[in-house]
């Protein structure tokens, strides 16, 4: 009895330190970034012949990158995550992971998953999303995060190079499209991102981390969220003037555009900031789902 017990104990730690490092890996940051891989890799395919199973190679090998990322993330940021509601609970932060073993951990994701790209799909496609991986890594979570008002814009470089390298698995080359594709999800990253700032500000302050409505006020914050929108709107229309990218796709677009500027341009004050950024981020979301998901469904023949 005592043997069946001492197992299940066993069993129970084991699962549970699974769970642990399963979680630094940030899956729902993950589920994201490969709907907008999905979208990338949906856009190529349209020009250009591909497979189901290059399609799923390419998704668990950014995937991998992107887990590697969030797991160094997470052991740098343990200082900030400490003061911060949201995160202060993270494995990491509670001292349940043993950092040295978490390093290694990064590092083998992200060997396998740039080798697997590099081998299974293409050498550009493995280049650049190590180009990303280091941007996002050295440029954003280790200085610019920390020390500058512009921290979101240097990241939000490194969150457009999935649907990149999404197209780039199909492609091989780097096109107008491509360019086109890489600016809209720059800009997308931009309102996206301050939302969060905005609703989770005393979490951002209480770390001292230098975002834009924390620094500069929520009002200017609103003007720059309104200007990338429109931003946003402009280059999803270039992309169907110039790229490949159907009727269908100019459908969803303008619907999700509208509805992304409508909220967007509310008005806002200090007593429904956060109700307001909530729905930005809501309709954001519904945005980056409705153009991948039509870009895939553009491809299904009637």
């Given at each position: 009895m005592d043997h069946l017990q001492h197992e299940r104990q066993h069993e129970v730690v084991g699962q549970g330190m699974l769970k642990s490092y399963l979680s630094i890996t940030k899956p729902g940051i993950i589920f994201g970034n490969l709907i907008s891989v999905a979208a990338g890799f949906f856009l190529a395919v349209k020009t250009e012949p591909?497979?189901?199973?290059l399609f799923v190679t390419t998704l668990v090998g950014v995937g991998l990158v992107i887990a590697s990322g969030c797991v160094v993330n997470n052991i740098f940021d343990r200082d900030i995550d400490q003061k911060?509601?949201?995160?202060?609970?993270?494995?990491?932060?509670?001292?349940?992971?043993?950092i040295d073993i978490a390093f290694v951990y990064a590092l083998a994701l992200?060997?396998?998953?740039?080798?697997?790209?590099?081998?299974?799909?293409?050498?550009?496609?493995?280049?650049v999303v190590l180009l990303g991986y280091v941007y996002y890594v050295f440029f954003y979570t280790m200085w610019y995060k920390?020390?500058?008002v512009y921290g979101?814009?240097?990241?939000?470089?490194?969150?457009?190079?999935?649907?990149?390298v999404g197209y780039l698995a199909v492609t091989n080359f780097i096109s107008l499209e491509a360019i086109l594709l890489f600016i809209m999800f720059c800009l997308w990253q931009m309102p996206h991102s301050y939302a969060i700032a905005m609703f989770r500000m005393q979490d951002y302050r209480e770390a001292g981390i230098p975002v834009l409505p924390v620094k500069e006020g929520i009002h200017k914050a609103h003007r720059h969220m309104k200007?990338?929108?429109?931003?946003f709107g402009a280059v999803s229309l270039g992309l169907f003037l110039l790229g490949e990218?159907?009727?269908?796709?100019?459908?969803?677009?303008?619907?999700?555009?509208?509805m992304w500027t409508k909220v967007t341009f509310r008005s806002i004050d200090d007593n429904n900031y956060i109700a307001w950024s909530k729905s930005?981020?809501?309709?954001?979301?519904?945005?980056?789902?409705?153009?991948?998901?039509?870009?895939?469904?553009?491809?299904i023949p009637l």
């Open positions: 591909a497979s189901l199973m911060m509601a949201r995160t202060r609970n993270r494995e990491t932060v509670k001292g349940n992971i043993n992200l060997l396998v998953g740039t080798a697997l790209l590099f081998i299974r799909v293409n050498p550009l496609s493995a280049v920390r020390n500058s979101t814009l240097v990241g939000s470089i490194s969150g457009a190079v999935p649907p990149l200007a990338y929108v429109v931003a990218a159907g009727y269908e796709y100019l459908a969803v677009a303008a619907v999700v555009c509208f930005v981020f809501k309709v954001s979301l519904l945005v980056v789902m409705g153009i991948s998901g039509v870009l895939g469904l553009e491809l």
